[in-house]
C-alpha cells in the first residue's frame, strides 16, 4: 500500500511538472519585469522617458540616460528584483532614467536614425537635466541603441555629455567580423528595400528569427530543454522566464531605421568610415572627447568583440577604457557574470566619473 | 508570380495563396537536386520517416507486453531512421546537401545514445540526455548549411517571392476593404500621422515655454534674485541706520545751535572787521601818541619858551615903563602900535597856554 501510495505521489508530481512545462510551451512566459518604481516624465510619439525613482539619497550629481536598442524591449537592463542594473544603480545613489522607444506603429515606419539621433535622443536628454537639475549627463547605450548614443555624442560632443558608457555597441560593421550577420546581410543576398516596401516596418518575428538562427539549436531546442531540466529538477523558474518572455517580446522595427541599418551600417560600413550623415550632418565618431567606458562580450554572437573595440580606435577621447566581459550578448546584462563583473565595473567607473 | 498593377479589379486571396504555393515550390523544386519536371513535396522525407515509425510499432506489437526493454526499442527507432535517411541518399534526392549531413548525425547520435550504460525511462531525462549528445552535432551541421552560398541563394529568392506575394496580398486586402468602404490600416495610419505631427508642434511649443523659462527666466528672476539680495542686505542694516539716524537727530539739534551761533558769526566778524579799524585807528592814534611825547617836549620847550618870552616881555613891559615916564617928563609921541603889539602878544600866549 505504501508504495503504491508512493508511486501516485510521485506521478502526481510529474504530472504537475509536465503541466507546468506545457502551460509555459503553449502560453508563453509570463513573468513581472520592469519592477523599479519609476515614473513616465516626457512621452514622444510612442517614446517614454521614464524616472527611476530614488531608494537612496542621491551620491552623484551627474544623471544616468540608459538607451536602448529599436529591437526588443529594455526592461532587460531591469529584469526583476536582484537581477536589475538599474535597481543596482539606483541602489547605489545614482540618478537612473530610460529612454523606451514603445512600440512603433504603421504610421512610423518612415521613422529614421536622423529622427531618433536628432529629434529623441537631445530633448530626452534637456528632460533629464531639468528632472535631476544637473548640468552634465552620462549616457549608457546598450547594443544598437549604443551605437545611437555614439552617434550623437559625435555630433554633441560638449557640454552637457560628461561620460559615455558603451555595453556591446556595435561601431565597425566589416563583414569579416560579423559571423553569420555578415552572409545574411550581404548585398549579394539581401534587399532591405523589398522588405520594407513589403512591411513597412519589420516584424518583429522577422527580427527574432534573424537573431535566433545565429545559433538555432541553442535558441530553438536548448532553451525549452533547459526549461525541463529546471522544472523537473524542482529548480527556480524566475529567470528563466522572464528572459524568455523578453526573448519572445521584441517589437517591429521602424521601416526606414531598418533599411538605414542594413543598408549604411552592415552592407556598406558607413560609420567607421565617417560616412553616415545625418539631415546633412556628418557623424564622425573622432568628434568624441568624453570619457568613453565600451563593454563587450568574449562570448556575443551578436555584436563581436572587434565590431565593439572598433570604436576605441575611432574616438578622441583621452579617458577611455575597453573592458571585455566573459558573457554573452544578454548574458553579461543579466547572467551571474553581470553581478560578479559587469555591475562592479560599472559602479567604479560611473563614481569616478560622476563626482 | 503575375506583375503587379496589370489587375483590373481585387485580386482574390485565396487565388492568390494558391499561386504563392505553386511558385514557392517551383523554387525549391529548382533548388533540390534529383527533381526534373514534377514538383517536389517537402513533407515526403517526413512522410516516408512516419512510415517507418507504423512499421517500427507494429514490429513492437510481437514482443510481449511489460518485458520491453527501452534500449532495443529506442535501437529499433534509431534503426528505422537511420534506414530512411540512407534510402533517401540512395535514392538521390538530397535538398541541398541534408541528406549526407543528416545521415552522419544520425549515426552518431545512434553511437552516442547507444553507448549509455542505461536508456533512462524518465522521458524528460532521455530528452536532456539526447539534446547533450547530439547538440554540437545538431549545431555543426546546420551553422555549416546555413552559411553556405547554396542556402542564401535558396532563402534570397525565398524572400523575394514572399515579399512580392505580400506586398501584392496587402494591396489587394487594402482595395477590397476600400471598396467596402471601411476604414483600412493605411487610413488609421495616416490619421496617426496627423495626430503626432500635432503632438510634435505642441512638443515645440513646450520645448520654447521650457528654454525661456530655464534661460531668459531664470536670468532676470537669477538678476532680480541678486538685486532681492543686495536691497534685503542693505535692509538688514536699516535697524543700524535708524539708530544712527536717531543720533542724527541729536546731532541735529546740536547743529541747529551750532548753526544759531553762528549765524551771530557774521556780526561778530563785522566787529572784528570794525575792530580791525578801531585797531587801525588805535594803531594811528598809538603812531600819535608816540608823537606826543615829543610833543610834549616840544610844549615843555615852549613853556620854557614862554616863560622866556614872559620874561622877555616883562623886561619889555619895564622898557616901555620907563621909557613912559621918560616921555612924561618929555612931551613926546609914544608909538601905539607897539602896546597893541604887545597885548595881542599877551593874548596869543594866553590861548596858547590854554589850549
Redesign the interface.
Known sequence: MSQNKTTQNDLERAFKKYRTGMEIILEGAKADTGQSPKEVIWT??KAKLYHYEPMVEKRFPVPILMIYALINRPYVLDLMPGNSLVEFLVGQGFDVFMLDWGTP?????NLSFDDYVLDYIP?AV?KVL?ASHAEEITLLGYCMGGTMTAMYAALFPDKPLRNLVLLTAPTDFAPDEMG?FG??T?E????PD??V???GNVPADLIDTGNR?V????NY??SY?TM??RI?QGKSMDTWLAMSKWVNDGVPFPGEAFRQWIRDFYQQNKLVKGEITLRGRRVDLSNITCPVLNIAGKKDHICTLPQAEATMRLISSQDKEFFVVDAGHVGLLTGSEARKVLWPKLLTWMESHSK | MPEEGNSTGPADPIELWEKWYDTTSKAWSKSLDGSKEAFVDPFGLYRTWLKSVDVTQEQMKVSPLGKMDPKEIWSQWLGASVDVWRKASEGGADPLGLTTQWLEMMEEARARILAEGNIPA?P??F??QW?DAT?ET??KV??DI??TDRF??S??EF??S???F??TF?RANEEFFRNLQLPT??D???V??LV?GL?DKV?LIQ?TL?DFE?NFAKAITSDLKEHLDQVEMKLDALPDILQQLTAVDGLENRLDQVEMKLDALPGTLQQLTTMDSLENRLKQVETKLDTLPTTLQKLTAVDSLENRLSRVENKLDKLLSGLEKNEASEPSVTPKSTNSTRSKTKETKQGSSKD
Open positions: 514622444k510619439n506603429g504603421d504610421e512610423d515606419k530633448r534637456k531639468r553569420l552572409v545574411w550581404s549579394k543576398y539581401f534587399n523589398r522588405v516596401e513589403a512591411f538562427m545559433r538555432p539549436v541553442t531546442v536548448g530543454v525541463w531540466d523537473m | 524518465d524528460f531525462t530528452i536532456k539534446y547538440s545538431w549545431a546546420i551553422g546555413i552559411g542564401m541563394e532563402a534570397k524572400t523575394e514572399y515579399t512580392s505580400y506586398r496587402r490600416r493605411s488609421i495610419a495616416r496617426a500621422e503626432i503632438e512638443e520645448d521650457e530655464d
